[in-house]
């Protein structure tokens, strides 16, 4: 299982977890591979800190990866400043694409796994 976490001033330890800034405190959210994978680009993107736009009318966009310009309309990324198509961020291994984003990407121990049992 893999845990996301998104680095950020004065984050505590080595958890492998997300963090999303909500609050000065910050509140952690974990999240597995299963659980990214079933997560769309335009909901995964801005979690981990990039943004998901769509091209408007007038505007003349071009994909970093493929350098196809983009027709209005069509949704892309912008991944560590880098414009991306929907089709080359799905080309780019997670593992990539959360650490591009200035997250850790960590392989869980079973100790690290919530179980529900506090005692």
Known sequence: MHLIRRRRSG????V???TQKRSTQGSTVEYCKDCIDNMPYCVLIPK?????????DGEVIKCAGCEEELPPGTEYGVVDGVILCEDCIDEIPYCDLVTRMGAEWNTATEGDIYDGYDG
Do not use: D, S
């Open 48 to 56: 981990l800190g990039g943004e998901w736009k769509t091209v408007q």
């Open 11 to 14: 984050a505590m330890g080595a």
């Open 16 to 18: 492998k977890r997300f």
